[in-house]
């Protein structure tokens, strides 16, 4: 039996469908090929703390490299 209140548990599925909703708007993202920088940030942090991160343009064009070949490298799947 369930001791909150209606409004807790109101609050308690605002915040799952909310945290759904994040998880499949990474889903997307990552589907279409956007780079998460948040991620990427969070990443760093958290394993390489005190090392330098490149900003959003450089991450941003650092992905595009790595998906599509770039500087010099032909991207291709097989």
């Known amino acids: 039996m ?3 209140t209606p409004l807790q548990a109101a609050r308690g599925a ?3 469908v909310a945290t759904g909703g994040r ?3 990474q ?3 990552l589907m279409v ?3 998460d920088y948040d991620a990427y940030l969070s990443h ?3 394993t390489h703390p005190g090392e330098p991160v490149m900003s959003y343009a450089e991450f941003f064009r650092d ?3 790595a998906r ?11």
């Open 2 to 4: 369930s001791t909150g």
């Open 14 to 16: 605002v915040q799952a």
């Open 23 to 25: 998880y499949l708007a």
């Open 27 to 29: 889903s997307l993202r």
């Open 33 to 35: 090929g956007l780079p």
């Open 44 to 46: 760093q942090e958290r």
């Open 63 to 65: 992905r595009q490299d």
């Open 68 to 78: 599509y070949g770039g500087k010099g490298r032909i991207g291709r799947c097989c």
